[in-house]
């Protein structure tokens, strides 16, 4: 039910967005509230999550010259919010909105949804829907068929059968997908270890479930950076998640993300990722994880014009998701613009207090500032929040380093190594200390371990300013060109002389 049910909301919102006014618009700005759950079963949680999120994902396919769909996150934040729809439309700065409900009554489900014009607060359309709970999937394609009714869709073929092909036929498979995006969406190794199972039920009912298999490799990518897992146990599992991806549903943007995600994380390859990740914003323009995943690569090549781009094109397209601030504080911090790395932390962690990434980001903009103290303040809420996550550990060795306590980072060194022995520490997190150290063989040493390693951190050497100056030692040159990191000859150029002159 609930792959037709976005399928045929989708489509009504685009025919209303040219039509509903008797002409087609230059463009509007449709935002999808989260869908309200008006049961008692906290279990229904999942499913109106997931209906909000694919109704978004939809839209954004229909026609980006026309219709611009603010993401998933940003809408998130009026999750039970007592505002009001006009004041909701003016703060997210939408034409039209959808708001929805999901109630469980009897044993079955009805779920009801509205599309508001956000200028006039007339109600364009609503309808409500009973199906038993097995239905959900059948329920879209029916709702399509009535939004077009109301308001003459006009929708080339091609395109409706493309949303069709979005989602899966087995309405089982799909309820265990809503679950592995629930969890999913929350970033804490808890919550991705619960969704990769949800996605691998999923495909055991449906082997070619693109958007599982997708799921199942962004989360295993993802936690080799920000869960200190293993590359070497994660990365084939990526791997394949995003090859079996790519043989269901090669025109899904979601797909060639992920696949541009592990070909720039895990495999090293950055033409092969840019080629993937420009795809999927053709595929999905409005796809804001996407842009974020094409600054964060071009970050690293040293294309940080292009790459601020791309970063503020995210930010516009989901301007309430902290990790889109985060990745931009790293975009503009690997630029040198320090001031601006503290202010786009700042922002994510007004969206979210307890986002640890971002204190970690905040801190080494901070540290390049010569703001000291104030690094080792955020440093203390990241290692609080993170359950003293290898990035914010080794951060903190690398600051008492460079501040010239040497025997309290050496005591960090000794805590990684212990930890070392019962779980996988990455071996960067180290030679980040011995660099604040300034102790060159260790460094050298423990990257060359990182290496073997296929160590995620490794993709950060290429312009991170805490690695200036030992770009101009040959090891340093030789270790990229090992690694087979690109990135343009006349930044090479430029940070090897900071290197020399620091």
Request: proline residues 4%; glycine residues 6%; aromatic residues 8%.
């Amino acid at each position: 039910m609930v792959g037709l049910l976005v399928f045929g909301l989708v489509a009504g919102l685009a025919a209303w967005a040219w039509f509903g006014a008797g002409a087609p618009a230059s463009r509007v700005t449709i935002a999808v509230l989260p869908f309200e759950n008006m049961s008692n079963d906290r279990e229904r949680d999942y499913l109106a999550d997931g209906l909000a999120e694919e109704t978004s994902a939809a839209l954004g396919q229909i026609d980006p010259e026309h219709v611009s769909v603010i993401g998933r996150t940003s809408t998130l934040i009026y999750k039970g919010s007592k505002k009001s729809l006009a004041q909701i439309g003016r703060e997210l700065g939408a034409d039209y909105l959808v708001e929805s409900s999901i109630r469980a009554e009897s044993g079955r489900l009805r779920v009801t949804s509205k599309l508001i014009q956000v200028r006039t607060q007339v109600q364009v359309w609503s309808s409500s829907y009973d199906r038993e709970p097995i239905g959900v999937l059948g329920m879209q394609r029916e709702l399509s068929s009535a939004i077009a009714e109301q308001v003459r869709l006009r929708l080339a073929p091609e395109r409706l059968n493309g949303l069709g092909r979005r989602q899966t036929r087995n309405a089982d498979a799909y309820d265990l997908y809503l679950r592995g995006r629930y969890f999913g969406n929350q970033r804490v190794p808890e919550t991705n270890a619960r969704a990769i199972q949800y996605y691998e039920r999923a495909i055991a009912l449906d082997p070619d479930y693109a958007l599982a298999w997708s799921g199942i490799a962004e989360t295993y990518a993802a936690s080799a950076i920000n869960g200190d897992a293993p590359p070497l146990t994660v990365g084939p599992r990526a791997r394949d998640a995003a090859t079996r991806a790519l043989q269901a549903a090669p025109e899904l943007a979601e797909v060639q993300a992920s696949r541009a995600y592990v070909s720039f994380a895990l495999d090293w390859d950055w033409t092969g990722a840019e080629v993937a990740v420009r795809r999927a914003i053709e595929l999905d323009p409005h796809y804001a994880v996407a842009h974020r995943t094409l600054g964060h690569l071009l970050s690293q090549m040293g294309r940080h014009d292009e790459a601020r781009a791309a970063m503020g094109r995210a930010r516009e397209l989901d301007p309430l998701e902290p990790t889109h601030h985060a990745l931009s504080s790293q975009v503009a911090f690997q630029a040198r613009d320090y001031s601006m790395a503290v202010e786009h932390a700042r922002q994510a962690l007004i969206l979210d207090p307890e986002f640890w990434i971002a204190y970690v980001q905040m801190a080494q903009a901070y540290e390049q500032l010569g703001k000291t103290a104030m690094a080792f303040d955020a440093l203390r809420n990241a290692e609080r929040f993170s359950e003293r996550n290898s990035k914010s550990l080794s951060l903190r060795g690398y600051l008492l380093a460079t501040s010239g306590r040497a025997n309290e980072a050496r005591e960090v060194l000794r805590t990684l190594e212990a930890v070392s022995r019962d779980r996988y520490v990455p071996p960067y997190a180290l030679a980040l200390v011995h660099a604040g150290l300034g102790e060159r063989d260790a460094v050298f040493e423990w990257l060359d371990r990182a290496y073997v390693a296929r160590d995620v951190h490794l993709i950060f050497l290429t312009v991170d300013p805490k690695w200036d100056r030992y770009r101009g030692d040959p090891r340093f040159q030789a270790l990229l060109a090992r690694c087979g990191f690109t990135y343009t000859a006349s930044l090479a150029l430029e940070l090897t002389d900071l290197s020399f002159r620091s």
